[in-house]
């Protein structure tokens, strides 16, 4: 089997990608989907399980409403049509962390259907047609004991976590994705980060990839270009960014090139995705529809909502992102390209909150977009995954708003709060960070500046200001960047002029 990938530009030149997109949304509801278990994240393993989230013998399910009201809301937001009747089905298979051998979820009758959303990629619509968003329970949680990769193969032993067994789940399965191709994989970007919006806004999930209540599978596959017939999918499953998604649609363009440039075939299998490097790697064969041997769940009865109920829930959603994305723009005075990057950088929600916790809309947009950007791409992370909230960035800028701390030394504020160090408070009081406002220490420092730079000063006398310059570094620099340098620049001309 090849190995050696395909240079993207010259996959592109002779393929055309068609992409399908997965995307399970973990709901916020206080209990799990067909039980009264609590659903709260990190609990001790197998502390919120109950019979029925276990599938012992006769345990009966009772449907959440509240999920069921979440999943029409989210069809809703999807332009989806809802349907006036559907029912559970069995999916059958096995798998060590499906207590039950089946998962309870819907099939051929998905509450909501044939919806359409639209994303934007570097200043183009892109319309994705929305095949389904139905209802079903999450798995439990296996742990792999032993092995280097924390895969199943080269493991010691396995131990299984039921507590997020029977986690109300959405899961919003699009139509055929084709797009340029040099646009594909960002297309797929864009599309995740535009769900996680869409359903926050609704507060329905916290759609937290860290936490894995949102999480995409990617189908992908290639076919010569001109040619209308699709070729064999893969499916990259659980992909838990939106820099993973693109970078695992970017792969597996490369990969399938590769195969069917040497003449051999692409296997329909899932592929696990791996984030050291971004490649991905066999996990097992594909099964189809029949495979699964659904039928109806005879424990549950079928769901019929009211159209009343459905338009009162139509009521209840909030603007759709393009109408708040264009508000927010005229709120803060962002220009188009300024928001169009911020959009592009997955910060739209994190400026908001920056900009919510009392931060100016161009300083939240600098330090997202700029900091913490940075380092979120030296590590090879989403910007939400940075250990900080926008709180903590709010609460940094009020700090240079007071004059307590200059941009650079709020640099080192981020360092602290990043490692864990507390809130900027917190870290500016051990770190010894505040800027340095005594008028006494700060005219020494200046004499001592003109002392040593006799011919700098001269030129300020002489009227040319813009020397001051060196004198304000030479100040810095000795009180280590913690003096206000606009300060600095006054007692100079105070001294000299």
């Known amino acids: 089997m090849t190995t050696t990938l395909v240079d993207l530009d010259d996959a592109l030149a002779r393929y055309q990608p068609v992409m399908g997109l997965e995307v399970h949304i973990e709901l916020n509801t206080a209990t799990k989907m067909f039980c009264g278990c609590a659903t709260g994240f990190g609990a001790e393993p197998n502390t919120q399980v109950c019979p029925v989230c276990l599938g012992l013998p006769g345990a009966l399910p009772v449907v959440n409403a509240t999920a069921v009201e979440s999943a029409i809301r989210i069809g809703l937001a999807l332009n989806c049509q809802i349907a006036a009747w559907c029912r559970f089905a069995r999916k059958n298979y096995f798998y060590p962390d499906m207590p039950k051998n089946f998962q309870t979820s819907q099939y051929d009758e998905p509450i909501a259907h044939d919806g359409w ?15 389904r968003a139905h209802m079903e329970e999450d798995t439990g949680k296996s742990l792999h004991v032993g092995g280097a990769t924390g895969r199943i193969h080269g493991a010691d032993h396995s131990l299984v976590d039921y507590n997020r067994a029977g986690i109300p789940l959405i899961e919003i399965v699009t139509k055929t994705i084709e797009v340029p191709g040099d646009k594909a994989a960002a297309v797929a970007r864009t599309y995740v980060s ?55 649609a970017t792969y597996e363009i490369r990969r399938h090139a590769a195969l069917l440039d040497a003449g051999e075939k692409v ?32 424990d549950l009865a079928p769901i019929a909502a009211s159209r009343e109920w459905v338009e009162e829930l139509r009521g209840t959603l909030p603007e759709p992102p393009a109408t708040r994305r264009a508000r927010l723009q005229a709120d803060w005075g962002f220009s188009d390209l300024d928001m169009r990057d911020t959009v592009g950088a997955g910060a739209l929600g994190l400026v908001a909150e920056t900009i919510q916790a009392g931060a100016a809309p161009q300083a939240a947009r600098k330090w997202w977009l700029g900091e913490l950007a940075r380092r979120a791409n030296e590590q090879g992370v989403d910007l939400e995954a940075l250990d900080i909230t926008p709180e903590q960035v709010a609460g940094i800028q009020a700090l240079i708003d007071a004059g307590r701390v200059n941009d650079k030394l709020a640099r080192q504020v981020f360092d602290g709060v990043l490692a864990g160090e507390g809130s900027p408070e917190e870290v500016v009081a051990s770190r010894g960070l505040e800027v340095v406002s005594d008028e006494g220490a700060l005219g020494d420092a200046v004499d001592r500046a003109i002392e040593a730079n006799p011919d700098v000063a001269q030129k300020i006398r002489d009227g040319k200001v813009a020397a001051t310059g060196a004198l304000i570094g030479a100040v810095m620099k000795e009180m280590r960047g913690q003096a206000d340098a606009g300060r600095v620049r006054e007692l100079i001309l105070e001294k000299l002029t």
């Not at 209540?213 to 960014?241: A, F, H, I």
Request: glycine content about 8%.
């Open 117 to 131: 959303t639209e994303v934007e990629v570097d200043g183009e619509t892109y319309r994705i047609e929305i095949e």
């Open 194 to 248: 535009h769900l996680r919006d869409l359903i926050g806004g609704l507060g329905v999930s916290d759609v937290r990839m860290d936490q894995g209540s949102l999480r995409c599978d990617v189908n992908l596959s290639l076919k010569p270009l001109g040619s209308n017939e699709l070729g064999t999918r893969s499916e990259t499953k659980n992909v838990n960014s939106f820099r993973s998604v693109e970078r695992a």
């Open 267 to 298: 296997v329909q299998e899932t592929r696990h995705f791996h984030e050291s490097d971004g490649s991905t790697s066999p996990g097992r064969e594909k099964s189809d529809a029949d495979d699964y041997r659904y039928f109806p769940e005879p």
